[in-house]
C-alpha cells in the first residue's frame, strides 16, 4: 500500500469510530485493505463463482425488480432481503455503486459482490443494522473471507459498541456464535441470490448451512 494510501485509511479509520454510519469510509477501507485478498479469492473461484463472474449480475435496481420481492410471500428470502432494506431505509444501489481505488476489473466487481450481499446476509442471519449487530455480523464474514475490514470492523467495533455500550452478553456469545456460523456455512459470495428469491428462508438457511445470528 503506497503511503498516501496509508494516510487515506487512518484517515477513513478515523471517521469510522467517530461515527459508526459512515458507510462510505468503510467502503474506502474495504478498498485499500482488500484487494490482494480478492485476488487471491479470484484465483480459487469453483465452477459457480466463475459462473457468477462471467455473468456478473448486480443487485441494483437496474436488475432487480424490488417492487416485485415486496409482492413475495413472508418467509421467502426475498421478502425478509427487501423487508430489511425498506425497514432501514436502505438502498441497493448504494451499495452497487463503482469502487475508487479498485483498478482491476474482476476485483471491483467482487467488492461490488461482497457490498451488495451484505444485506443479504443480514437477512440470513437475522441481524439487525444497530451498531453492535454489524460488528456481529462482520464476524459472520470473517468466518466467511477473512478480509482485513471485516476484523478492522470486528476490533473497533467490538471497543466502542460492545465494550462501550456493556453489551457484554454479546461479547461473550455473540461474536463467537457468528464466526462459527460464518466459518461452518457454505461459501456464500459466489451464490447467485437472485435465483433464490422465491425460496423459503429457512430452507436457504439449510442448504447453505447458515446458523442464524440474532442477538
Not at 485493505?33 to 487471491?40: D, E, I, K, Q, V
Not at 461479547?171 to 456464535?177: C, D, E, F, Q, T
Request: with cysteine.
Amino acid at each position: 500500500m503506497k503511503p498516501r494510501e496509508l494516510t487515506r485509511l487512518g484517515l477513513a479509520i478515523g471517521r469510522v469510530l467517530r461515527d459508526s454510519e459512515q458507510t462510505a469510509e468503510i467502503h474506502v477501507a474495504e478498498e485499500l485493505t482488500g484487494r490482494r485478498h480478492f485476488r487471491r479469492f479470484i484465483a480459487s473461484l469453483d465452477e459457480a463463482g466463475r459462473r457468477l463472474q462471467e455473468e456478473r449480475p448486480e443487485l441494483c435496481s437496474d436488475q432487480v425488480d424490488y417492487g416485485q420481492l415486496r409482492q413475495l410471500p413472508s418467509g421467502t428470502l426475498g421478502a425478509a432481503y427487501v423487508r430489511h432494506l425498506d425497514d432501514n431505509g436502505l438502498s441497493a444501489d448504494y451499495q452497487a455503486a463503482a469502487t475508487r481505488y479498485v483498478q482491476d476489473d474482476a476485483v471491483a466487481y467482487w467488492m461490488r459482490r461482497f457490498r451488495q450481499t451484505h444485506d443479504v446476509w443480514h437477512a440470513l442471519t437475522g441481524l439487525g443494522t444497530s451498531g453492535h449487530e454489524e460488528v456481529v455480523l462482520h464476524a459472520f464474514s470473517w468466518g466467511q473471507l477473512r478480509l482485513p475490514v471485516s476484523g478492522m470492523v470486528v476490533f473497533f467495533g467490538t471497543l466502542k459498541h460492545i465494550v462501550g455500550e456493556r453489551r457484554w452478553r454479546v461479547l461473550r456469545h455473540g461474536l463467537a456464535k457468528a464466526y462459527r456460523s460464518g466459518r461452518d456455512a457454505s461459501p456464500l459470495l459466489s451464490v447467485h441470490w437472485e435465483r433464490c428469491w422465491e425460496h423459503s428462508l429457512e430452507e436457504v438457511r439449510q442448504r447453505y448451512s447458515v446458523e442464524p445470528c440474532s442477538v
